[in-house]
């Protein structure tokens, strides 16, 4: 079975640095688009970075230098480093997998449960 969990989110002040992780079960990380996405309390949800097979990354503006997403050699586990961190960056976090080299659609079928980033003033 295909499984996501995400860990690492917490409480962070302003300024700070946390590295979410997403542990993968029953395929490669590698081998597919992988994707984290956050929502905020009465927002939308939003892509926040994508990383396809070919290890090329995508971001959302707001977050560009300040995030960093990457997978591990053992092609298990799926990153998102993040620094800078403001409380605009609060939302939960959820890493996603489409069945798909590419990262051009947006067709992802499987989901983590989330985990909850708060950065205060």
């Known amino acids: 079975d295909v499984q996501l969990v995400e860990s690492g989110g917490g409480s962070v002040q302003a300024g700070g640095s946390l590295r979410l992780s997403c542990a993968a079960s029953?395929?490669?990380?590698?081998?597919?688009?992988m994707a984290w996405f956050r929502q905020a309390p009465g927002k939308l949800r939003e892509k926040v970075a994508t990383i396809n097979s070919g290890s090329a990354t995508g971001y959302t503006e707001s977050v560009k230098g300040r995030f960093t997403i990457s997978r591990d050699n053992a092609e298990t586990t799926l990153y998102l480093r993040m620094g800078s961190l403001t409380p605009e960056d609060t939302a939960m976090y959820y890493c996603?997998?489409?069945?798909?080299?590419?990262?051009?659609?947006?067709?992802?079928?499987?989901w983590g449960q989330g985990t909850q980033v708060t950065v205060s003033s």
């Open positions: 029953g395929f490669s990380v590698n081998s597919v688009c």
């Open positions: 996603a997998a489409r069945l798909g080299r590419s990262c051009v659609y947006s067709d992802y079928a499987y």
